[in-house]
């Protein structure tokens, strides 16, 4: 749980910092992409081994749903992220005084964009996020190499999910991100946009995958066909 809390201040302070500096110094929406990915990179390698790298609401109860983390912990688990993001708040609000408020962290959508296309976008991004989470946490061959490259490829994942939704959306994909910034400033329009839509993405994104997880493969006699040899009892 202090993993947990202490990897989600740094994704948060880290992550949303940009978008206050932006407001000193342009650094245009693909500096504050990289800043996310690399953020999650150096936190996931930093306590991933700790609590798996969650950080996000969506994640820890996708993962309870489909029986990949204890659902007790789950309560606990929600706290320890929404904690660690509401203090990485309250650090950029103190420390970015200056501004009067910190509302260009939040994740807003605007007219033309509908709630619908707003879901949407949400619900998109938090799959292909999570669906990249399944790949390398799930991954029943080379588990090794999987963990080694996660925190390169989930923060790939981020980067791109930002450069494409951020100006549409802010590219939430985490209700934490999302509410602790808007509970601080005390605007929270909008707000269950970002709750239902990545959760509902998360959870979308590992049914998925269980369906489609690489299957083991089998011993097989020195005559038979190695293509065959593979078996698809584990899916």
Not at 47 to 70: D, E, K, Q, Y
Request: a positive charge; charged letters at 10%.
């Amino acid at each position: 749980m202090i993993a947990e809390l202490v990897g989600t201040y740094i994704l948060i302070f880290i992550g949303c910092g940009p978008a206050l500096v932006n407001e000193i110094q342009p650094l245009s929406i693909v500096g504050i992409a990289i800043a996310w990915g690399l953020v999650f990179m150096a936190a996931g390698y930093a306590v991933g081994h700790v609590s798996g790298v969650h950080f996000n609401p969506a994640v820890t109860i996708a993962l309870a749903a489909g029986r990949r983390f204890p659902v007790k912990r789950v309560p606990m688990c929600v706290m320890s992220q929404l904690s660690g993001a509401t203090l990485a708040s309250l650090t950029l609000k103190l420390l970015f005084n200056d501004q009067d408020s910190i509302q260009s962290t939040m994740t807003q959508f605007f007219d033309p964009t509908t709630y619908l296309q707003a879901l949407t976008w949400e619900f998109v991004i938090t799959f292909i996020l999570m669906f990249t989470i399944c790949a390398l946490t799930l991954c029943l061959t080379d588990k090794i190499r999987a963990k080694i490259l996660s925190g390169i490829a989930i923060g790939g994942a981020l980067v791109v999910n930002i450069m494409i939704a951020g100006p549409i959306t802010g590219a939430s994909k985490n209700p934490t991100r999302s509410f602790r910034p808007a509970f601080v400033t005390g605007v929270c329009k909008n707000i269950w946009v970002y709750i239902a839509a990545p959760i509902l993405g998360a959870i979308a994104a590992i049914v998925l995958y269980s369906v489609l997880r690489v299957p083991k493969l089998v011993k097989s006699d020195e005559k038979a066909d190695p293509i065959i040899a593979i078996t698809l009892s584990q899916v």
